[in-house]
């Protein structure tokens, strides 16, 4: 049996309690780059604990790797748990690694997580809908391998919704305010990015699309980042309740 299962964003004690059990009775972990030690450690003394993690701009070739770990672990008759950050099925390769799984007739659970693209706005105090100021959120991945088909259309976004939350975006911020601006958003739109969210390393840097490319590297921002614009950023003045750098 493999369990993939979501970590949450970086907070340890973000893991659902259905995760965190399964977590506790693997025999096998296999778990990514920016889950945190302390979650991993909460694993049987003789689990086997194996680091996958992958660097930014090398994904794809060692996937393949990682799904014969799973699968060869699995066949053995182990109980694995697959830990992935945030949620898995959202930008996390969650639903290839099952239908890896399927093909090879092993059975598995998903257990969704708490994802980095709503918490981490959630502990820089931005909810990414109210009622005042937002009544849609679309969640986009800033990464994109351009010989795909399926390209981000970021002049439509720009318009179509309150809300947008971009992950894997750091790399690509300029061009992404450069096409919102040509899709229709105001330059003073408001914007934040939040980087290493819910965890003790937090950091909010706030703007607008006409100063963030700026800011960021005035601060040396850099991933795992989420950006956030529109007019919810703004509540991040009042609401700000976590122990965190916060620059404006
Ligand atoms: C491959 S995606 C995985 C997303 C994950 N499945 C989720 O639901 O959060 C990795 C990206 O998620 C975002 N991310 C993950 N953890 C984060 C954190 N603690 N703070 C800010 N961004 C984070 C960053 O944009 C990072 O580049």
Known sequence: MVSIIGAGPGDPE????????????????????LIQTSLVNQSKRSAERIYVGKRAG???????????????????????????????????????????????RIPFTIVPGVTSAIAAPAYAGIPVTHRKYSSSVAIVTGHQDSTKKNQVDWKKIATAVDSIIILMGMGRLGKIVRELIAGGCKRNTK??????????????????????????????????????????????????????????
């Open 58 to 104: 090398s994904h794809s070739h060692d996937q393949h790797a990682i799904d014969r770990i799973i699968i060869d672990h699995a066949k053995r008759g182990k109980n694995i748990v697959r830990l992935k950050g945030g949620d898995p099925f959202l930008f996390g390769r969650g639903a290839e690694e099952a239908q890896k799984l399927k093909r090879a």
């Open 191 to 248: 914007v934040a990015i939040i980087e290493w969210g819910t965890t003790n390393h937090q950091l909010t840097v706030t703007g607008t699309l006409s100063n963030i490319v700026k800011k960021v590297n005035s601060h040396k921002l850099k991933p795992p980042a989420i950006i956030v614009v529109g007019e919810v950023v703004g509540l991040h003045r009042t609401l700000n309740w976590f122990k965190s750098s916060s620059v404006e």
């Open 14 to 33: 973000l893991i659902t309690t259905k995760g965190l059990k399964l977590l506790q009775e693997a025999d096998v972990v296999v778990y990514d780059r």
